[in-house]
T-cell receptor, first 122, second 107 residues
Framework: QQLLQESGPGLMKPSETLSLSCGVS??????????WAWIRQSPGKGLEWIAS???????YYNSSLKSRISVSIDTSRSRFSLRLTSLTGADTAVYYC???WGEGTGWFLDSWGQGTLVTVSS | SSELTQDPAVSVALGQTVRITCQGD??????VGWYQQKPRQAPLLVVY???NRPSGIPDRFSGSTSGNTATLTITGAQVEDEADYYC??????????FGGGTTVTVL
């Protein structure tokens, strides 16, 4: 059974840089059929995709966040990471990592971590 | 447009059928995924593609797409189906786009 687990700081200050990590177990992070994704959800709001990354390191970024985000992957440690710069209160959210796979013209997030709340406040 | 539009809320009597719609131009090209989210839980994929369910999802959940509209149908809604439901697909820029979500209340 695959398991994803986010880790990172719960409280950040405005202008700081957030670093989150997601540990993957029960499935190979190097599986050719999967991407690894970050999604967030602001309190009481909907879901927002942030980025995805392939095991080769090829990233895919949300156009609206691209200038502030970077993702990386460490296949030897079965982990992938998110870096988000220049934080503001609008970045306060639950951050999820998830597994993504494609079929036909669709890409689906079929396994999610439990999420980690990041609060940006001075 | 890369947006996906959902009705904010819908209610259904216990055991009846409810349809949740999602509209957007990307649905003409890309397959949709539907996610169920209960309070304080991560989203759960319930329907994907033409009309597929991941293992463990009850067959009362089904999906369809016509033109720019995707529909998630719950046939014989149960109390445990009360949740937020989000549609999602890729757009032509490679972004994952989510709908705003529909809150389903089972009466």
């Amino acid at each position: 059974q695959q398991l994803l687990q986010e880790s990172g700081p719960g409280l950040m200050k405005p202008s700081e840089t957030l670093s989150l990590s997601c540990g993957v177990s029960g499935v190979s992070i190097s599986h050719i059929n999967y991407l690894w994704a970050w999604i967030r959800q602001s309190p009481g709001k909907g879901l927002e995709w942030i980025a995805s990354i392939y095991y080769t390191g090829t990233p895919y970024y949300n156009s609206s966040l691209k200038s502030r985000i970077s993702v990386s992957i460490d296949t030897s440690r079965s982990r992938f990471s998110l870096r988000l710069t220049s934080l503001t209160g609008a970045d306060t959210a639950v951050y999820y990592c998830a597994r993504e796979w494609g079929e036909g013209t669709g890409w689906f997030l079929d396994s999610w971590g439990q999420g980690t709340l990041v609060t940006v406040s001075s | 447009s890369s947006e996906l539009t959902q009705d904010p809320a819908v209610s259904v009597a216990l055991g009846q059928t409810v349809r949740i719609t999602c509209q957007g131009d990307s649905l003409r090209t890309y397959f949709v995924g539907w996610y169920q989210q209960k309070p304080r839980q991560a989203p759960l994929l319930v329907v994907y593609g033409r009309d597929n369910r991941p293992s463990g999802i009850p067959d009362r959940f089904s999906g369809s797409t016509s033109g720019n509209t995707a529909t998630l149908t719950i046939t014989g809604a149960q109390v445990e189906d009360e949740a937020d439901y989000y549609c999602n697909c890729r757009d032509s820029f490679g972004n994952h786009v989510f709908g705003g979500g529909t809150t389903v209340t089972v009466l």
